[in-house]
């Protein structure tokens, strides 16, 4: 994979919302799983995979329909569902109960950061000219 002026580019949310069906905190999750796996912490192919798609040179849906990547994947989700199969109905209940207090704390992040003012936390600038006047 060649390095270019491009591989700094980020991907666009767009994809991200649309792969999560438009739920902002399953897009982050999302997104911060493929950063995880660019990293390299799934092996050479993941990585490879996730830089790809976070770089916005393959989408994710394409990525997945290559045979390299998706066998990676499919070996790597090996072991964690055998360790779910083997899990009790209560421990799974426990996971999951977990699981959706993590994506409605990283929700309610979402929607805090959407009420709050961008930029300097509604501070006003020194600069900024609101409350000067010539006169």
Known sequence: ????????????????????????????????SLEELASGRGGDALREMAQEVLSGRASLRDAVDVSAYSDQLVAQAAPMAEKWAALSDAER??????????MAEAQARIDEERR????????????????????
């Open 1 to 32: 994979m060649a390095e270019g002026p491009e591989s700094t580019r980020k991907v666009d949310e767009s994809e991200f919302l649309e792969m999560s069906g438009q739920d902002p905190a399953q897009a982050g999750v999302l997104r911060r």
């Open 93 to 102: 209940e426990a996971l999951a109960a977990e699981g959706e207090r993590s």
């Open 116 to 135: 709050t003012p961008q930029g300097d936390g509604g501070k006003k600038s020194r600069h900024d000219g609101r409350g000067w006047s010539l006169y």
